[in-house]
């Protein structure tokens, strides 16, 4: 198996495609992503895009000690005149998964509040206000619980206003089973 196979696997890469598929980057966002970021793969992924074009692919360098994996010089190489990607659909993993970023925990992921980031985690805090407001909480629990994320979003929502120019952004964690829980609920709104 190959090595983003199995990475993709473990951090629950379909269900993250599953929630992704119900939002679309603004033109607006400038794939600021692909121009800042720091872009990691596996050796799997750099031998897909060196057969799509070497010389872009020259911008990859090992990533320090570690076996297999690799970094490319930002900005993004495979961005195109109008700053959208060239190998979409032969993307990186990291570059599928976000705004969300895998995290050392093993139980959970990041999500950044870029704009994609910040409908999604409104979206998360509506679903979780919405399943607390049904829950059987005394009310008392029930209104703290609500008030938290409603704040939770506050929070973000002043993270996204300054996204382009803060250089450490505060990300949410979302544990695995609420990922798919999320997924699922995003779904069931489109039926």
């Known amino acids: ?13 379909s269900v ?3 929630i992704l598929k119900h939002y679309e980057c603004p033109v607006t966002c400038g794939a600021h992503c692909c121009i800042e970021g720091q872009i990691h793969m596996f050796e799997d992924e750099l031998e897909v895009l060196s057969a799509y074009d070497r010389v872009k692919a020259g911008k990859i360098t090992r990533e320090g000690q570690a076996p297999g994996l690799y970094r490319m010089k930002a900005p993004c190489p495979f961005l195109n005149e109008a ?7 032969k993307r990186p993993t990291v570059c599928g998964m976000y705004p969300f970023k895998v995290n ?8 950044q509040p ?4 910040f409908l999604i985690i409104r979206d998360f805090a509506a679903w979780i206000i919405d399943s607390v407001s049904k829950s059987k909480l005394p009310g008392e629990d029930r209104a703290g ?11 973000y ?11 450490v952004l505060k990300e949410m964690q979302i544990p695995f089973d ?14």
């Not at 198996?1 to 890469?13: D, T």
């Not at 050392?104 to 999500?111: F, R």
């Open 178 to 191: 609420e990922l798919e829980m999320l997924s699922i609920f995003l779904d069931s709104r489109k039926q």
């Open 114 to 117: 870029c704009p994609v980031g």
């Open 145 to 155: 619980i609500i008030d938290e994320w409603q704040k939770n979003v506050e929070s």
């Open 83 to 89: 700053g959208r990607c060239e190998v979409y659909a």
């Open 157 to 167: 929502a002043a993270e996204l206003a300054e996204f382009h120019t803060k250089p």
């Open 104 to 111: 050392a925990s093993g139980n959970s992921v990041g999500l």
């Open 16 to 18: 993250v495609q599953n």
């Open 1 to 13: 198996m190959l090595i983003s196979a199995a990475v993709k696997k473990a951090i629950r890469y």
